[in-house]
């Protein structure tokens, strides 16, 4: 069977975030009140989509919420993982309730100047546990200027860690599938896309950084 490359990617998801992880992880979340209308998700595996008041524009909610019915229809199909395709909820980022789910979307996140409240949030959610998926920006003749706001926005969580390219021999491409490469083009542009990781305070994979690419789509 032949496996498109963006399902490829969130396959790597689904491989990472396996049931036994997302229980670990969700010992040592705190719980938080909810500040939108839709209900929590009941099952054990849910995407929560950042938002922030600091965003320039609304590329924060971009594919909402095709992008999470698509990525999560995907996992269950293609995993054991307790989820469907309406698992998923928006929270803000300045709020504590994002501790309470340990699976983060953040769309366009080179648009956003956060708040320092927001930038401890960032930092304690992924020195916690916390795994992000960031998408849905540069490729589309933007210019450097959206990974340039983003690396400042690390520069002020994490000043003492650096994100790296994700290459082909990284384990996470081994984890579920054997998958040999990477290359994959933006789907609305045909630029290059690259892929990058991002550690937590203990050296694991906290993120990552999906430039030039949209996986919601």
């Known amino acids: 069977m032949t496996i498109q490359p963006r399902r490829l990617l969130l396959i790597l998801v689904v491989g990472l975030l396996g049931t036994a992880l997302l229980q670990a992880q969700r010992q040592r979340f705190g719980v938080g009140p909810g500040i939108f209308q839709k209900e929590d998700p009941t099952k054990e595996f849910a995407i929560v989509r950042w938002y922030s008041s600091g965003w320039q524009g609304d590329g924060w909610a971009h594919d909402y919420p095709n992008a999470e019915e698509h990525i999560l229809q995907i996992m269950n199909e293609v995993s054991l993982i307790d989820t469907d395709r309406l698992s998923y909820k928006v929270v803000d980022l300045a709020s504590p309730e994002i501790f309470k789910y340990p699976f983060a979307y953040v769309s366009h996140p080179g648009e956003v100047v956060p708040s320092d409240e927001e930038i401890e949030n960032l930092r304690q959610y992924v020195d916690r546990g916390g795994f992000i998926m960031l998408d849905d920006f540069g490729g589309q003749n933007q210019g450097a200027w959206e990974m340039e706001n983003f690396r400042e926005v690390l520069r ?33 542009s045909g630029a290059k896309s690259f892929f990058y990781g991002f550690d937590d305070s203990e050296g694991r994979l906290a993120m990552i950084i999906c430039y030039a690419n949209d996986v919601g789509d």
């Open 156 to 188: 002020r969580a994490f000043p003492d860690r650096e994100m790296y390219p994700l290459t082909e021999n990284h384990e996470l491409l081994k984890i579920s599938y054997a998958i040999d490469n990477l290359n994959m083009e933006h789907p609305m």
